[in-house]
């Protein structure tokens, strides 16, 4: 194998390589524009001389709120968010290096939801950002990422980070994303009966790191956590929702409010008659998930890493420290769901929306994808200081289709 070809093969652990007074710096910029935010992960890679390649040194990372989808009505302005986090980059990248930086947005599943009309109105705006900052613009360097490569990336990224891609023994680990709009799962089956029994557009093969990976991995669209709170509240897809009061069993039984969510403002309440609580709650949301996804059998007995939603929604309720993260059993959410939904005015000050998030998750692992009570889960935020997204496993993507290591 060339040397070019295998480049990201020493990314590791800096202090593992001797230090060479000639570092020398280049940079990669990301951009995700998801249903609930849009944010910049801008990547710095040492090349430590021409024989070493380079590794990844660190991340600069901002986020804004709302997202892009958000801006479906007024794409300038959209893009004018984009714009404010890509001046944070100018202020990051070294001027001398500014035109071999490249700068790539991908959209997920917010974008996904969207009329391709309003879509495609806001990637061309962001385009037009792209095209007036300094940076290196590739072809395709705005676009609608595809759901499967949305896991394969974030597979890739957690299994860089936690060391599995190098070396000799590889023990990959599996990824479960929750986010806004959309849910992935993705792992590296083990046994032969898994690859029998998964329809084919389930399974991936991908080339990084020298090596080929044959994932499992799946996006489902609607599944993201705010998305099930609209299939919960029967306000999802619906056309129009002005006015309409959506209730749930699995909000306190006073609540009357208003959210808007991917520009559309929808009003919804506790139901305030009816049961409220953690069992009819279960089984309002049990409607939103069961039958509805794939279940792989050999997922039960292993553990997987989790973040964004998973994370967030765990830190909540204490089930882990937000600096530390930490390792929970499946069963612990749905511990955390009874305790919170039968106890709403004490969690009132919270998220309205806690007991339904929580219960939404605990149907989701279960009866959704089929994990057992006493399944693992590894919350984790950051590795090594670099956040757990896709965002690394594109920039990687990145660097190698541009041949910019050498
Ligand atoms: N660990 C981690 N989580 C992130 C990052 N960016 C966004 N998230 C989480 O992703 C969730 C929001 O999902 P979002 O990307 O907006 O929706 P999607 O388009 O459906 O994926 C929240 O839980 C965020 O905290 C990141 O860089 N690192
Ligand atoms: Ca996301």
């Known amino acids: 194998h060339s040397n070019r070809e ?3 093969r020493d990314f590791f652990p800096a202090n593992m390589c001797p230090i060479n007074a000639k570092a020398d710096t280049f940079y990669g910029i990301m951009f995700d524009a998801g249903s609930t935010g849009t944010r910049i992960h801008i990547y710095t890679f040492v090349q430590k001389s021409p024989e070493n390649l380079p590794e990844l040194e660190g991340e600069i990372f901002e986020s804004v709120k709302p997202g892009l989808s958000a801006y479906a009505d007024q794409p300038e ?7 404010r986090l890509l001046d944070m980059a100018i202020d990051a990248v070294p001027p001398h290096l500014w035109k071999t930086t490249p700068v790539v947005l991908k959209a997920t599943a917010g974008l996904r ?8 109105a806001l990637l061309l705006e962001v385009r037009e950002v792209f095209e007036e900052s300094p940076f290196l613009v590739p072809e395709d360097s705005v676009s609608i990422m595809d759901g499967s490569y949305e896991g394969i990336l974030a597979w890739i990224t957690v299994n860089f980070l936690t060391g599995q891609l190098s070396g000799q023994n590889q023990h990959t680990v599996g990824t479960l994303d929750l986010g806004g709009a959309s849910t992935q799962i993705t792992f590296l089956p083990r046994f032969e009966e898994t690859f029998k ?12 790191f020298n090596s ?18 609209l299939a919960t509240l029967g306000a999802l897809n619906m056309e129009a929702v002005d006015g309409q009061m959506f209730r749930s069993s699995c909000l306190p039984k006073q609540l009357e409010a208003e959210w808007h969510f991917g520009g559309v403002k ?20 049990l409607k939103v998930v069961k039958g509805k996804l794939h279940q792989p059998d050999e997922i039960r007995g292993s553990s997987f890493y989790a973040f964004s939603y998973y ?22 959410f749905e511990r955390k769901a009874k305790e919170v939904c039968d106890n709403m005015e004490r969690y009132n000050s919270a998220s309205p929306f806690l007991c339904m998030d929580l219960t939404y998750i605990t149907a989701l ?12 889960l590894q919350l984790t935020k950051k590795v090594n200081n670099i956040e757990t997204s896709w965002t690394l496993g594109a920039t990687f993507h990145l660097l190698q289709s541009l041949g910019l290591t050498y």
């Not at 919804?268 to 953690?278: A, Q, V």
């Open 365 to 376: 692992l279960k009866e959704g994808f089929g994990f057992r009570d006493n399944t693992l």
């Open 113 to 120: 939801l969207l009329s391709e009309e309003k879509a495609q």
């Open 77 to 83: 302005k959209g893009a004018e968010t984009v714009k």
């Open 311 to 332: 994370y967030d929604r765990a830190v909540d309720t204490n089930l882990i420290d937000y600096e530390q993260g930490g390792v929970l059993e499946v069963k612990d």
């Open 212 to 229: 080929t990976y044959k994932l499992y991995t799946h996006s489902y669209l609607g599944f993201g956590l705010k998305a099930a709170r």
């Open 6 to 8: 295998m480049w990201f």
């Open 197 to 208: 029994e998964t329809p084919g557009d389930f399974l991936t093969s991908f080339e990084m």
């Open 266 to 285: 929808y009003r919804y309440g506790g139901n305030k008659e009816g049961e409220t609580g953690f069992e009819p709650c279960y089984l309002e949301v």
